[in-house]
Every structure is written in C-alpha cells, then in structure tokens.
C-alpha cells in the first residue's frame, strides 16, 4: 500500500488554506452558539438567540469562505492574464 505524501508545495498550501477556511467556519459557528447560549441564559429566554445567532453566523462563515474562494480565482486569472500577455 502506498502512503499518501503531499511533494507539492501548491497542493500542501492548499490543503492548509483548506483546512483554515474550514476551522474559519466552524469556529463562527460555535461562537454564534456559545453566544446565543449566554444571552439566552442572561435574558431567560427560549432558544431564540441559539438560533438567531447561529444563522448569523453559518450565513457570516460561508460569505467569508465564498469570499476566500473569489480571492483565489481572481488571483489565478490575473496570473493567466499575465502570462498571457507575456508581462
């Protein structure tokens, strides 16, 4: 069987940018939770800000890795571009 080795330094990068995009999200969720969770102990109330929050941040998480993935295409068709034009 043969082990799994990245050699490419592009694909470890992008593994890497990969996995932070990923934590990126995660994390904004788990904190819309955990603040959902405190103000709705703080306030008494139902599970109405786990929920608002939580949205929020789902929607605020996929928007800043929808933005991320923008960033990387327009990145490589300024680079194709480039070489397009010989520059």
């Known amino acids: ?17 990969g996995w932070s ?12 939770l955990l603040l959902g969770l405190l ?3 703080w306030l008494g109330t139902a599970p109405l800000f786990i929920a608002i929050l939580s949205a929020v941040a789902a929607i605020g ?13 327009d990145a490589q068709a300024a680079e194709a571009i480039r070489i397009r034009d010989g520059l």
């Open 39 to 41: 103000l709705d102990w």
């Open 61 to 73: 998480g996929f928007y800043k890795a929808k933005a991320a993935a923008a960033d990387k295409i």
């Open 21 to 32: 995009e990923s934590g990126d999200l995660f994390a904004s969720i788990v904190t819309g």
């Open 1 to 17: 069987m043969r082990a799994f080795v990245l050699n490419n330094t592009s694909t470890r990068g992008e593994l890497v940018r």
